[in-house]
């Protein structure tokens, strides 16, 4: 079994809410907040580490209820802790950063995949990718994309004996709707 693997390491969640009861929050996203916030703390000039900081800050995610995610080195995790204490973290423009928190890292155990695939996967999937790029299907287009196939390389070889049942030329897959 693989080793579980941390997500998100060294993260603070910012909480927001807009300063004017009734803002509408949905019409900005999280990455344009980020910015927003990224910004306002840049511009501190008087606090060099503060503006260096937030120069290193990377978006994480955005959650439900505005909370904000980012991530940054350990030593810039502190310093936007210690500007949040002292009052001094400031929040992008018609918000205010009612909380900051240390997100503790997730834990994601990673599910082991098997080294069979089935064929008529492989073919199917081939087949969609094909149509999709308006690559006309024939054996030679098929065995020539199963070559580029993610997984074993040896699709082709495997796939070879059985064209020689085959009496069409063009291979047709067709989505069915319900």
């Known amino acids: 079994m693989a080793r ?3 997500l998100a390491p060294g993260s603070l969640a910012l909480v927001l809410s807009p300063r004017e009861a009734g803002q509408a929050t949905e019409k900005r996203g999280g990455r344009a907040l980020f910015r927003a916030f990224r910004r306002a703390n840049a511009r501190c000039f008087w606090n ?3 503006a260096h900081a937030a120069s290193r800050l990377a ?3 955005w959650l439900q209820r505005r909370v904000l995610l980012v991530r940054a080195p350990q030593p810039c995790v502190q310093v936007l802790r ?3 204490r002292r009052r001094a973290l400031r929040s992008p423009r018609g918000f205010r950063i009612t909380a900051v928190g240390d997100v503790f890292p ?3 155990s990673p599910i082991a995949q098997c080294r069979f695939v089935p064929l008529a996967e492989v073919l199917c ?3 969609a990718d094909m149509n ?4 006309a299907v024939t054996r030679e287009s098929l065995l020539e994309h199963l070559r580029h196939y993610p997984g074993p390389r040896a699709w082709h070889l495997i796939i070879q004996p059985f ?3 085959l009496r069409e030329d063009r291979i047709f897959c067709r989505t069915v709707t319900a």
């Open 4 to 6: 579980p693997v941390q």
């Open 48 to 50: 060099e580490r503060l």
């Open 59 to 61: 978006f994480l995610g």
């Open 82 to 84: 210690d500007a949040w």
């Open 106 to 108: 997730v834990q994601m």
């Open 125 to 127: 999937c081939t087949i």
């Open 132 to 135: 999709a790029a308006q690559v």
């Open 163 to 165: 064209w020689m049942d």
